[in-house]
């Protein structure tokens, strides 16, 4: 997966809702960053989820995504905004985003990319 190949929301909330399903494919896409997302809310969630599986915590859940964005000045009024239930909303409906190995979570990307050049 490459960084410019996140760039619209639908790609950034398979990426989030992959993770949430597979943390250990943060390894896969290890390269992306926060700041490569459009929404902030989803780079945020991004940035929460890799400070997790990088400490080793595989369960990751909205009180875990929200404690990690409170834990820094910068994301703390994020994790105001967004409160556990929109997370866990999210966590909810995130198996129909989510891809079950690393070469899906590529395809679609790839895909689109190649059809945009």
């Given at each position: 997966?490459?960084?410019?190949?996140?760039?619209?929301?639908?790609?950034?909330?398979?990426?989030?809702a992959t993770l949430i399903h597979h943390p250990e494919f943060y390894y896969y896409s290890e390269h992306l960053l926060?700041?490569?997302?459009?929404?902030?809310?989803?780079?945020?969630?991004?940035?929460?989820?890799?400070?997790?599986?990088?400490?080793?915590?595989?369960?990751?859940?909205?009180?875990?995504?929200?404690?990690?964005?409170?834990?820094?000045?910068?994301?703390?009024?994020?994790?105001?905004?967004?409160?556990?239930?929109?997370?866990?909303?999210?966590?909810?409906?995130?198996?129909?985003?989510?891809?079950?190995?690393?070469?899906?979570?590529?395809?679609?990307?790839?895909?689109?990319?190649?059809?945009?050049?």
């Open positions: 997966m490459r960084a410019e190949d996140i760039n619209s929301l639908e790609s950034e909330s398979g990426v989030i926060p700041g490569h997302f459009t929404n902030k809310e989803n780079g945020c969630m991004y940035a929460a989820i890799t400070r997790l599986v990088t400490s080793e915590i595989t369960n990751i859940d909205a009180y875990n995504i929200i404690e990690v964005l409170n834990a820094s000045e910068a994301t703390r009024k994020l994790a105001e905004e967004l409160q556990v239930e929109r997370v866990s909303e999210f966590i909810e409906m995130s198996d129909v985003l989510a891809r079950g190995t690393v070469e899906e979570l590529d395809l679609p990307m790839a895909d689109r990319s190649s059809r945009i050049r």
